[in-house]
Structures are given as C-alpha cells and as structure tokens.
C-alpha cells in the first residue's frame, strides 16, 4: 500500500482536530466540528449520523475523522458514496488535500484499482448495480464507509437494499446529511429511528448543527428572499382561459398554472425578474468582485431560454449545465473558478456542489418540496469571509414563502408521515425530478396540458431571519422602491441587514405618506378652484377628470371603458356622466380611487 502524501507536501485541509495535523489538516476546525469529533471519538461507535446545514463543512468533518481512523490504524480503506457524478470528483480533490488519495472513477464490478489509493468513491446508484462487488471490497479491509447525503438511500428499494447488502459488513460507517429527510416513509439504512412522543418513529442523529446555529456561528450567510408576484394569465386544457395574481388564494391546480405560466420563458414574469436578479448581483460584485449568480430551472427547455434571456440582458454568455451532460463537471468546476456572471442548471448544482461564489439565485423550477428547496438553497449559503449575504429569488407562491420563513426549522425522517402527492410540504419530490430530467418536454409533464398566454412580474416582498420587509401596494419592476431592496450592500451581518431593511421600509413609507398628504391638499385646492367656476365649467372638468381615471383603470386592469362607467352607476346610483351633476361625478371619482387603492394593498 502506498502511504498518502505527507502534509508538507499536501494543501491544508481546513481545518484539524483538536490540536495537532492529522494526515495533512493543519488549521483548526469550527467549534461544531471540533464538538462533533470529541462526540466521534469518546464513544467510537460503528455507525453515526451527522446533521449539518448546508455549507456547514460536513465534506471537512468526514475526512479528518477519517483521516484520525486512519492514522489510529482502526481502518485501512475508505469508501464515499455520493448522490451524483459531479460529487465524487468534488470527494476525490478534497480527499487529496487531506491526504487520503481515492479513485472517483471505480466502477462496481472493476476490480482493483491502482495502489496509490486509499479509497474509492461510487454513487448510490452505482452501488445498486452491483451490491455484492462492493461489499468482498468492503469485507477484505478495514472500511470506513462514508454515505454522503445518506437520504439518497432511500430514494428506491433497490437503493436502500443495496447500501444495506454492501456495507453492512463495514467496520465503521458515517452518514451526513445537510437537510430535512425524506419526505416518504422508507428506512434508511444505518439509521437509528426512536420513538417520538406521539410514538410515531422518528430518525435519531448522533450529532446535529442546524441553520440557525451556522449563522449565529458566522459559519453561513444570511439568507434574503426576493419574492415576486404579478398576474398570470393561461389556457387550460379545457380550454377555459384563467387570470390570477401569483401568490393569492387560488386552488392547488390553479397554484401549479399560475406557477407555470410564471416561469414561461415567453412571458414577461422571467425576463423582468431576471433582470432583477441581475441588478442586485452587480451591487454585490461591488464587495464580491467574482460574486456570481445561479438560475435553477425545471427542465433543459427552460435553461436555455433562460440562458438565453440572460443574455439579452447582460451581453454575456452564462454557463449552462444540463443534467445529462457528460462535461457537467468540468463546466461547473470551471465556473467556480472564473469570475463571469452566471451559471444556470437544472438539478446538476441543487445538492452538495461546492461554488462558494454564488450569492444570488433565482428558483425557476416547479419543484416544490421542502426537501429540494433547502438543497437549492444551501448552494448559496457556503460562506467565505464574514459578512457576506446572499439572496435568492423566487415566486411569491405560499408554500415556498412558507420554506423560506421556516429555513431554520430543523426536521427528522418520520416514519409514520403518510406519503402525499396533494402538494404539501411532504410529497415526494424524487419522481417530480426524475420526470422533469428524463426529456425537454418533462415539466409541462409535471402540471398538465395547458398554455401560457402571459404574465407580469411585480416586486412583492423581501422576506429575512423570519420577518417579512417591503412597501405598501404594488411595486412595478425596476422603480425606486425595487430598488430600495436591490441595492441593499452585499456586506451585512444579520443584525445590520435588519436594521437596513426596516430603513428602507420606513424611509419609503415616510414619502409616501408625505405625498399622500401633498395629494390631498391639491386636491382640496383643485376643488377650491371649481366653486369658483361656473356650473357648466366644473361639470367639464369633471368629466375630465372621471375619463381620465376610467383610461388609467382601463390600462391597469383590462377592463372596457364602458363596464367601467356602468359599474360605477351602479355603485354610486344616477345618470349617465354625460347628465349626471357635480356631486354624483365627485362621488364616481372618489369610488374609482377606492378601487384604485383596495387593489394596490
């Protein structure tokens, strides 16, 4: 056996535990992971589980406890399961630096690899194709066995029963997870499950360390959440044309069109909120000089569309990644150490890929679990120096504002959940992805046959640390108040954020509120100036004013010149304008700008 690479001759791992450099570690791990370790060691146990939030530094966790088993001679040979390709080259090159050398290209049913390793890392999948390779090479060693996002091995039957099959001969086995578990009820191997007080199943980590505790730690970035709605527009299949507000009441089908027709690159929703994204990237590259930006997207279709718009708006090719790419890898690592603007992907980028330049997002996908989302999340959270923030833009559709309010809600697997596909919090979201992945076509597949026929995108809110920030009414893409919240510095601390962001709000609602007043009072003058008219005078200005207001509501809403007029006959009583007299137009127009203003709020 070759020895690994000595630490003079290694990069640094960061960091080591607890005081001198294990197989080529040398600066010293967070407080979690030093806590974890002592926890790892004192009770050496055969199995242990670790909860960790995404960018937390489960990857560094995992090889110096590796690394410490190796040195102690308690194990010769170390196997990484990970959920993807990508991910096993990600294990490879972070191994290396550790100095434990392992093969990300082993195959089940290859055989031997070359002496200089240490190690192999395979995927879950990988695993199920042939199970009984895997464990004679767990059998012949001393195998620490590391299973990556350990969740995945539940993603089906033969999964589970494969990871089972081959290493359940293992000496040692260290399962990590950075997010809430599996929304179905399958077991996941190696996992101990306890009874909760309801006396439902529940699994038990050995070690845990969640968002809230990261981001006190200053070990993540604070998260803000760029919420936009607008109305949408679509044919269904039966023909019926709808109209809604993305983000209000509406019926779980209607929630899922609404979304849909959003995220239509055809639309005007996209293009807008890209653009967005786009302007608050700029103002974090003013700190973040290599800062980039991620667009998630539902299908392969849809990425290039994206790709396409992002090019329109920044004059600069951004790198796509599709899942079924044999380079998938090699562009992600290539973008991770350039300094171009964005990168949009499929799924390629949503769990465990480490680009700790991201900082700003864009959820353009219509996969919608808790389980997928804090994935999504977690890529922009990895933190490199203290201070930074990131934002992520999404719809404003209840259940993922819900996911964002409830970031630091930690989750266990529960066994006794009753699997769902009505769209709430727990349906499973494994068939969704492998649907929307398997063609171009799969995400009108997800949500049925329907047409898109436009949308609009309005800035809704700003959501942060579990409060909600914005300014009251609608507020149309690129205006002043957009802007209050895109330019938010890209260097804060939570506890600055906060208070940026309710400046903001106030500083806004102080104008507005002045120039409701300064409304007021000219209007008080206009009406001054017509007592002092004839009657014949004030009835045209009037009238003037009536049509005007009735053109505006017209451009707002759509709705004929005419059904306007009538409706407000009917709501304020008398004639036509044409015969109607001073006070009955007064009260029309007062009785539009109540519209005006209960459609706004």
């Not at 979690?32 to 966790?61: H, I, S």
């Not at 990600?90 to 990300?104: L, T």
């Not at 089906?156 to 990590?176: Q, Y």
Request: hydrophobic content about 40%; proline content about 5%; glycine content about 8%.
């Amino acid at each position: 056996m070759t020895a690994p690479e000595s630490p003079a001759s290694s990069p640094a791992l960061p960091p080591a535990w607890p005081k001198k450099a294990a197989w080529g570690t040398a600066t010293k791990l967070r407080a979690w992971q030093a806590e974890a370790m002592t926890k790892y060691f004192d009770d050496l146990p055969r199995d242990f589980l670790a909860v960790a939030t995404p960018g937390a530094g489960k990857t560094t966790f995992a090889l110096t406890v590796a690394a410490e088993l190796l040195g102690r001679r308690m194990i010769d040979r170390v196997i990484v399961v990970a959920p993807t390709e990508h991910l096993k080259v990600q294990w490879a090159a972070a191994a290396e630096r550790a100095g434990i050398p392992i093969d990300p290209t082993y195959s089940a049913g290859q055989g031997k690899t070359s002496a200089e390793y240490l190690g192999i890392a395979v995927t879950y999948a990988g695993v199920a194709v042939n199970p009984l390779a895997l464990r004679i090479r767990t059998e012949r060693s001393k195998t620490l066995v590391i299973l990556d996002e350990i969740h995945h091995a539940g993603d089906a039957l033969s999964w589970g029963d494969g990871v089972r099959e081959a290493f359940e001969p293992a000496a040692r086995r260290l399962a990590l997870t950075g997010t809430p578990f599996r929304s179905d009820i399958n077991p996941i191997p190696f996992v101990t499950y306890e009874p909760g007080p309801d006396g439902v199943p529940r699994s038990a980590a050995d070690y845990t360390y969640g968002y809230a505790e990261a981001l006190r730690d200053h070990v993540v970035r604070p998260v803000l959440f760029m919420a936009y709605s607008g109305q949408m527009s679509w044919r269904t299949s039966a023909g019926d044309e709808l109209t809604a507000q993305l983000g209000e009441p509406l019926t779980k089908d209607m929630h899922a069109q609404a979304l849909r027709t959003a995220l239509d690159p055809k639309g005007s929703w996209i293009p807008a909120v890209l653009a967005a994204a786009d302007k608050r990237l700029s103002e974090m590259r003013r700190n973040i000089p290599d800062a980039g930006g991620l667009v998630i997207a539902t299908d392969q279709e849809s990425a290039r569309a994206y790709a396409k718009a992002l090019k329109a708006i920044t004059g600069e090719s951004p790198t796509v990644v599709l899942s079924d790419e044999k380079a998938a890898s090699k562009k992600i690592a290539a973008f991770s150490a350039e300094t171009s603007r964005w990168l949009v992907a499929v799924r390629m980028v949503s769990e465990g890929v480490d680009v700790p330049r991201l900082t700003v997002g864009v959820y353009a996908t219509t996969i919608s679990t808790p389980l997928f989302f804090t994935q999504a999340v977690g890529r922009f959270v990895r933190s490199r120096s203290r201070g930074e923030t990131a934002s992520v833009f999404l719809p404003s559709v209840p259940h993922l504002l819900t996911f964002a309010n409830e970031m630091e809600v930690a989750r266990d697997h529960v066994l006794g959940k009753k699997e769902s596909s009505d769209g709430d919090m727990f349906a499973p979201e494994d068939a969704l992805v492998a649907q929307a992945n398997a063609s171009e076509s799969g995400s009108s597949e997800l949500l049925g046959s329907f047409e898109s026929l436009g949308s609009e995108a309005r800035f809704d809110r700003v959501l942060f640390d579990g409060g909600e920030f914005g300014h009251a009414g609608e507020v149309e893409v690129g205006s002043e108040e957009e802007m209050d919240f895109l330019g938010i510095p890209g260097l804060l601390d939570a506890d600055q954020m906060k208070t940026v962001l309710r400046q903001a709000q106030s500083s806004r609602a102080k104008k507005q509120k002045a120039a409701t007043v300064d409304q007021a009072e000219r209007a008080a003058q206009a009406a001054d100036a017509l007592t002092d008219m004839a009657i014949h005078e004030q009835l045209a200005v009037l009238r003037r004013e009536l049509n005007g207001l009735v053109a505006a509501w017209y451009h707002r809403t759509g709705q004929p010149h005419g059904v306007t007029h009538t409706a407000l006959r009917k709501e304020c009583g008398g004639p036509a304008a044409a015969v109607a007299n001073t006070e009955q137009l007064r009260a029309r127009i007062n009785a539009l700008r109540d519209w005006a203003t209960r459609k706004t709020s």
